[in-house]
């Protein structure tokens, strides 16, 4: 199965004989590089610029894929990393896939497996990655070497070996519709050479998914590759990365690796990286999912994100809000409010009134303040709702700006005038 | 506010001026003290036999009041002992009260919080009076007397005194539908002797309870009260309990206290009592909920029970099944299948195919025991639907069968031929 087979790649159809398509246009002649657009997969299709919600181990925590139809979801993603250490992506092949495993029958995606592994592994490298604090998770990586990562399973301790070539096989049996290559993430901080060297890997083991990818795909429902591009803070390196990816025949392209140690370092590679990329394709901003990102990429050209803040937040008591709200509550500067303040209390007013989901109809703040602090799991449930509503509401909100030209007064709505 | 007051309790109305009635006939001759009842409120009317679902803090744990509707609840409670604690009556009574507080429209009932002060402060109360290991609580409960108990909170170790006045004070705040007296539950090997003085003194607090009521509920949304029989497993006891509560112009019964060692003592103890109480009036039987004791209690003219079992039952991965099903999965003497059982890893079944609910209607058991294993709370939720849709199915498939004289057919429905 890994050895090269005879499909040439230079007439290869990313498209899948068109069962996978992506139409876009340029509505708004002040904003040149902003994009509205549809993305077609056997799944149905979605608007973009869209949010992709993080369903890590084939569920949104807390929510059924119904609830997440009712508030406007229109892609889900799962962690190919969980799956395959947990059940397995043979068990999920055998009932039917992951779309019928866990129920979403809308447009899916999987990551590679690759972010986790090295994240997890080394402990550190997500929180450089994602500029948090320090990950105090024990090291699992054994061993990385050009075949591919060994790593310890953080459920039994089991050991697996992914290769570029297993992490397509593992996501052709999982099935969602939008597949990524693997890749080595490096943090942000290390050396320029070990930058390189890790994008140059990525670059091969994007070359080994794609054959993997193009001798074997007629063998499963179809599915579309992603190709990700890494490179780091370097400009160089990401032009290269850019080049390579659009000189390969994927579906589309996910901007990888570490973005930089500030928002200003970050929106600048997102800058230079979505210039430079095939405008033909869908280009995905890997693990992005702040407002002011959003809102920042989706002028560069960024047509989707994906993020488990909105969902991960709202398990911790935090709503995302419009500014106003923000403001009034005493938080202007965060982009949500913090439901365990005393402040709630007595509040017998909605999460948001001018929200319409679940959430925000039936309960006050008073309520849900009780309820976090009683412990009870329905809070959860109802704060992730209303995040997810509010998340695909900006995206929403978004869209219509471009089309009617008031993505300012959007963003402002939103973000305020920072 | 605790002396005693003008009202005349010989002339006193406990339906509140017709603002709860309960209506009931004798539908199957061949069980001459089953019976089909409608109990009126004013937020509707359930039909009994019922169960009501427990909301202990003022949440049924994972699901909304509307999904609590979807699958067919008539009526749920609420603990007086939680919610005191927290967030506190009056705040709740300043949020506009329980049912606008936690979004549920429908009929509801409190406790009076003692069965959780004597359960919880003894800390092997409650374990003797369910039958269950023993707890390993700290003991909370300061100090009992004729005034009432004192205890700690459990939260925050403040010191709280519940009277009897209190307690309807607390309820009245809370602002349910049909509220309880303050009642000293007793374990069932203590002395004869203790027993007998701890049921004499709950007459005295109901008394006191039915007094406090008498004389305020005026100034509170209506609400009906309970009297609770006390007097352990002594048949002279139970009777001299259900004299006296007959005698007292409550609007329903409860029978409280301890039940005895086992099933047989327990029935037997049901048995007396519920022949010897008013049948003009509503009786619950506090805290029971297994199929087997509700299909025996039925039949003994119990109209409505509590449990935290099918909810409870569903977060430990439990789901209520049809005997065909518990038979066929290999355990017939259980009242349910446990989903963590590794025979249903690759099971692509619903729960229970004969369930209509969202959990039986979208997922397979497959997926219900990976979400488990996972740890995701997805499965709580999904579960405690199915529980409560099955517990309202059996309270219905109950009611159906007094009307068309299938009892026996059902109960073998559900329990086999045991």
Same mark, same amino acid.
């Given at each position: 199965?890994?050895?090269p087979?005879? *499909? ?20 708004? %002649?002040t904003?040149?590089?902003a994009r509205?657009?549809? /993305?077609?997969t056997p ?7 869209a949010f ?5 181990? #084939?569920?949104?925590?807390?929510l ?6 009712a508030?406007?979801?229109q ?7 969980? /799956?395959? $250490? ?6 999920? =092949?055998?009932?039917?896939g ?8 809308g447009?899916m ?8 592994i090295?994240s ?6 997500? %929180?450089?990655i994602k500029r948090t604090?320090?990950s105090?998770r ?5 061993k990385?070497?050009e075949?591919?990562?060994t790593f ?8 697996? =070996?992914l290769?570029?070539?297993?992490a ?6 999982l099935?969602?519709? /939008?597949?990524?290559?693997l890749?080595?993430c490096?943090?942000?901080n290390?050396e320029?050479? #070990?930058?390189?060297a890790?994008m140059l ?5 994007g070359q080994?998914?794609l ?6 795909r007629?063998?499963?429902?179809p599915?579309a $590759? ?5 490179g780091? *803070? ?6 290269v ?13 996910a ?5 930089g140690a ?5 929106y600048?590679v997102?800058?230079?990286v #979505?210039?430079?990329?095939?405008t ?9 999912g ?7 990429s989706?002028i560069?050209?960024? @047509? ?6 909105p969902?991960?937040?709202?398990r ?11 403001e009034a509550?005493?938080?202007p500067r965060?982009e ?6 005393s402040?709630?209390i ?12 679940e %959430?925000?109809s ?5 309520y849900?303040h =009780?309820?976090?602090k009683?412990?009870e799991?329905?809070?959860?449930? $109802?704060i992730?709702?209303?995040?997810? %509503?509010?998340m ?11 089309? @009617?030209g ?8 939103w973000?305020?005038?920072?």
């Open positions: 199965m890994q050895s087979s005879p *499909v040439n790649l230079n007439a290869f159809d990313a498209t899948f004989n068109g069962k996978f398509k992506f139409e876009y246009h340029y509505p708004d %002649a904003l040149p590089r509205l657009g549809i /993305l077609h799944h149905g299709s979605l608007d973009t610029p992709i919600f993080c369903g890590t181990k #084939a569920t949104v925590k807390g059924t894929p119904q609830e997440m139809k508030v406007g979801a892609i889900i993603l799962s962690n190919t990393y969980h /799956l395959m $250490l947990q059940p397995g992506s043979a068990l999920i =092949h055998k009932m039917g992951l779309h019928k495993f866990m129920g979403w029958d447009p995606l999987t990551d590679s497996g690759g972010f986790q090295f997890l592994g080394h402990g550190s490298v997500s %929180a450089e604090q320090q105090v024990p090291k699992t990586v054994l990385i070497d075949t591919g990562a310890r399973s953080y459920i039994d301790g089991a050991i697996h =070996h290769t570029p070539e297993r397509i096989t593992v996501q052709q049996e099935g969602p519709d /939008l597949i990524l290559v890749d080595e490096t943090p942000f290390i320029k050479s #070990a930058t390189e890790a890997r990525s670059h091969r083991w080994r998914s054959m993997q990818y193009a001798n074997t007629d063998h499963y429902a599915q $590759l992603y190709g990700i591009l890494q780091g *803070v370097y400009p160089d390196l990401r032009q990365s850019a080049d390579f990816v659009n000189a390969q025949p994927f579906f589309g392209h901007i990888g690796g570490s973005l500030t928002k200003e370092q970050m600048e997102v800058d230079q #979505a210039e430079r990329l095939a033909s394709r869908p280009i995905h901003l890997l693990g992005i702040s407002l002011r990102d959003i809102f920042s989706v560069l050209g960024i @047509d989707t994100f994906d993020c488990v803040h969902t991960r937040l709202a911790h008591g935090g709503a995302l809000v419009p500014y106003a709200i923000r509550t005493g938080t965060r949500h409010i913090n439901l365990w303040n402040r709630f007595e509040d017998p007013q909605p999460l948001d009134a001018s929200c319409s989901c %959430a925000c039936h309960f006050s703040r008073s849900l =009780h309820l976090l009683a412990g799991m329905l809070v959860q449930k $109802l992730t709702l209303h995040n997810v %509503a509010t695909n509401r900006v995206m929403s909100d978004i869209r219509s700006s471009l089309r @009617d008031s993505f300012k007064q959007t963003r402002e709505f973000l305020g005038n920072e």
